[in-house]
C-alpha cells in the first residue's frame, strides 16, 4: 500500500487503511491493484537479491521496507539534487543510526530505489562492473555529480518525433517479425531494453510490467498494442501466448484503452522500432547455414545460386569425366581383349 501511494499518488480510503476489505469506496485506488499483480512480482524479487554488507558493525543500508520507501521518498522529492548529495542526506539523517552503512552498501540501496522507482538498472560509476550483466547489456552509470533528473534524461535521450508510417507498421508486426527476420520475444524488467533488437540471437525485447513515466509508457504501450501486436491478428496471439509463458503484463491485452492513433509520435522508441523495419528487409543470418548463404535479400539470393549453380556444375563435370573414363577403359579393353567368336 505504501508502495502504491508512493509512486502513483494513491490515496488510499479509510475504510482500507482500518482493515474493511472489500473496500467499500467506489473511487478507491486499491481496487486496481490486482492488475499490479507483475509489478509486485518485479518488485518482490528484486528487493529480495539485496544483501547488506555487514562488516565491523556497520549497520545495513536497507533494514525493512520502510527505509527502502523512505529512499524512494527523498531521490523522488529532491530530482536535481547530485547522486552524492541525496545518499548523502538519506544515510546521515535517519534516526537512531550512529554509524554509516558501508558506501559500497548505499551504492546498492541506492540502485535498488532506481529499479523500483523507474525500471531502470544503475549502478554508480565506482562501481561499475560491480553490476550483474542482462542480456549483455551493463546497468547504466549514474555518476556521483548528476542529478536524478538528469540521470533519466541520460537513459532516454528524447529524438525528434518520428510518427511510423503505415508501411513500416505493417512490414514490422510481431507475425512478420517472426515469419521473415526469425525474430523470437523475450521479456525485460529494464525499460531502457524495450524494443531493443538482439540480432546475433534473433531477439526483440518487451518490456514486461506497465508501472513506468508518463510518455514513455504511452510509447512502450503504442508499440506493443498498435505496431506489433495489432488487436485482431495473427500478432495479437502471439501476445497472449507471450502474456501465458514469458508473464507479461495481461494488461497489455486490453485494447479497449487507444494511445493515439497514426498520427502518435515516438519520442523515445521510434530509432528501435525503425532498427526492426531494417531488420524485415535485410534480415541477419541465423545459424551456419543461414550465415553461410546469408538468405532473404535480392543480392543474397544472387549470391546463394550462382554458388548452388556452381557446385552443381562442378559435380555433373566430375561425373561426366568419371564416365568418359569409364567408357575409355571399356574400350581399351575391348581393343586389347577382344572377343574370339570361333568358327
Not at 202 to 222: C, D, F, K, P, Y
Request: one cysteine or more; hydrophobic letters at 40%; a neutral charge.
Amino acid at each position: 500500500m505504501g508502495l502504491c501511494t508512493l509512486l502513483w499518488n494513491w490515496e488510499i480510503c479509510d475504510a482500507f487503511r482500518k482493515g474493511q476489505e472489500p473496500c467499500q469506496e467506489p473511487d478507491c485506488p486499491w481496487k486496481r491493484s490486482s492488475k499490479l499483480e507483475r509489478f509486485f512480482n518485479f518488485y518482490k524479487e528484486v528487493t529480495s537479491s539485496y544483501v547488506p554488507e555487514l562488516l565491523a558493525g556497520s549497520p545495513a543500508a536497507l533494514r525493512s521496507h520502510d527505509d527502502l520507501l523512505d529512499l524512494i521518498k527523498t531521490i523522488r522529492s529532491q530530482p536535481t539534487r547530485t547522486r552524492t548529495e541525496l545518499t548523502a542526506a538519506y544515510f546521515t539523517g535517519r534516526k537512531n543510526v550512529m554509524t554509516a552503512p558501508l558506501p559500497a552498501d548505499q551504492h546498492r540501496a541506492v540502485n535498488l530505489a532506481v529499479q523500483v522507482m523507474s525500471m531502470i538498472s544503475c549502478t554508480a560509476s565506482k562501481h561499475a562492473f560491480g553490476g550483474v550483466l542482462e542480456l549483455g547489456s551493463l546497468p547504466i552509470l549514474w555518476q556521483d555529480r548528476v542529478g536524478f533528473a538528469d540521470f533519466i534524461s541520460s537513459a532516454f535521450p528524447v529524438s525528434e518525433p518520428r510518427r511510423i508510417q503505415p508501411e513500416v507498421r505493417f512490414a514490422i508486426v510481431a507475425a512478420r517479425l517472426k515469419k521473415i527476420a526469425s525474430l523470437r520475444f523475450e521479456p525485460t524488467d529494464d525499460l531502457r531494453n524495450h524494443l531493443r533488437l538482439d540480432s546475433q540471437n534473433g531477439a526483440v525485447q518487451s518490456s514486461r510490467t506497465s508501472a513506468m513515466l508518463a510518455q514513455i509508457s504511452r510509447e512502450v504501450l503504442h508499440s506493443i498494442q498498435t505496431v506489433l501486436f495489432p488487436f485482431n491478428s495473427d500478432s495479437e496471439i502471439l501476445l497472449r501466448g507471450l502474456v501465458r509463458k514469458e508473464s507479461l503484463d495481461p494488461d497489455c491485452t486490453q485494447y479497449g484503452f487507444t494511445v493515439g492513433g497514426d498520427d502518435f509520435a515516438y519520442s523515445f522508441f521510434g530509432s528501435k522500432l525503425m532498427d526492426l523495419y531494417e531488420e524485415v528487409n535485410n534480415p541477419s543470418p541465423r545459424g551456419f547455414m543461414e550465415k553461410w548463404f546469408e538468405r532473404r535479400s535480392g543480392a543474397r539470393y544472387v549470391m546463394m545460386a550462382t554458388l548452388i549453380g556452381v557446385i552443381i556444375a562442378i559435380v555433373l563435370g566430375i561425373l561426366s569425366l568419371a564416365i568418359g573414363i569409364f567408357q575409355s577403359w571399356v574400350a581399351y579393353q575391348a581393343w586389347k581383349y577382344p572377343v574370339s567368336t570361333g568358327n
